[in-house]
């Protein structure tokens, strides 16, 4: 069962007509934003202290990452001391166990003794790793402290430059009452 629809030749070119008109207003009307973009007004004394802001804020940033670099290149080489300091531990332990006791009693008390000498000397660049690592853990912090803070008055200003472009006839100072009174 098919279903046809009819249209008599004269009704037909008013239906294409109006299709095409509709088609062509809808292709030629381009979508137009009524408000300007953010990016085009230049920036108010504020937005400039609050940029200044950000910009020492970065700066301090590029520092702590520095610092956290250097920080890390220290651990670096105190792993290293450290593993100097366990082959020189392993040495001295094969030097005893191929010692013969009765005759070099007196080099296995002085390999003991730098046995623990360097014992001590690990015990301290563990200390040490702590010691880097929560400075690290630490800078790390103040930076995601920092990056908050930026973002923070990235925000702010984006806010203020809505209102300045929602409420054009409200001074700033009064925007804070408006709010209260749409929010009775």
């Not at 037909?12 to 979508?31: C, E, K, P, Y």
């Not at 202290?49 to 910009?55: A, G, L, V």
């Not at 166990?97 to 046995?115: F, Q, S, Y």
């Not at 040490?128 to 990056?147: A, C, F, H, P, W």
């Given at each position: 069962?098919?279903?046809?629809?009819?249209?008599?030749?004269?009704?037909?070119?008013?239906?294409?007509?109006?299709?095409?008109?509709?088609?062509?207003?809808?292709?030629?009307?381009?979508?137009?934003?009524?408000?300007?973009?953010?990016?085009?007004?230049?920036?108010?004394?504020?937005?400039?202290?609050?940029?200044?802001?950000?910009?020492?804020?970065?700066?301090?940033?590029?520092?702590?990452?520095?610092?956290?670099?250097?920080?890390?290149?220290?651990?670096?080489?105190?792993?290293?001391?450290?593993?100097?300091?366990?082959?020189?531990?392993?040495?001295?332990?094969?030097?005893?166990?191929?010692?013969?006791?009765?005759?070099?009693?007196?080099?296995?008390?002085?390999?003991?003794?730098?046995?623990?000498?360097?014992?001590?000397?690990?015990?301290?660049?563990?200390?040490?790793?702590?010691?880097?690592s929560r400075r690290m853990y630490l800078m790390l912090m103040q930076r995601l402290t920092?990056?908050?803070?930026?973002?923070?008055?990235?925000?702010?200003?984006?806010?203020?430059?809505?209102?300045?472009?929602?409420?054009?006839?409200?001074?700033?100072?009064?925007?804070?009452?408006?709010?209260?009174?749409?929010?009775?």
């Amino acid at each position: 069962m098919a279903m046809t629809i009819e249209i008599e030749p004269a009704g037909a070119h008013i239906v294409v007509s109006v299709l095409i008109m509709t088609i062509a207003l809808i292709w030629s009307t381009a979508f137009t934003d009524s408000l300007p973009a953010l990016g085009d007004t230049p920036l108010t004394a504020t937005e400039l202290s609050h940029r200044r802001n950000q910009e020492t804020m970065k700066k301090q940033i590029a520092c702590l990452e520095r610092n956290r670099q250097l920080a890390f290149a220290e651990v670096c080489r105190v792993y290293a001391r450290r593993i100097k300091i366990d082959e020189n531990i392993h040495n001295l332990k094969e030097g005893i166990k191929k010692a013969e006791l009765p005759r070099d009693i007196g080099r296995v008390a002085e390999m003991k003794k730098r046995i623990r000498h360097c014992w001590k000397e690990q015990e301290d660049c563990y200390g040490m790793v702590d010691d880097i690592s929560r400075r690290m853990y630490l800078m790390l912090m103040q930076r995601l402290t920092l990056r908050r803070k930026i973002d923070w008055l990235d925000m702010q200003m984006e806010c203020n430059r809505l209102a300045d472009i929602l409420y054009p006839q409200i001074p700033f100072e009064l925007l804070d009452d408006v709010k209260e009174d749409v929010k009775k």
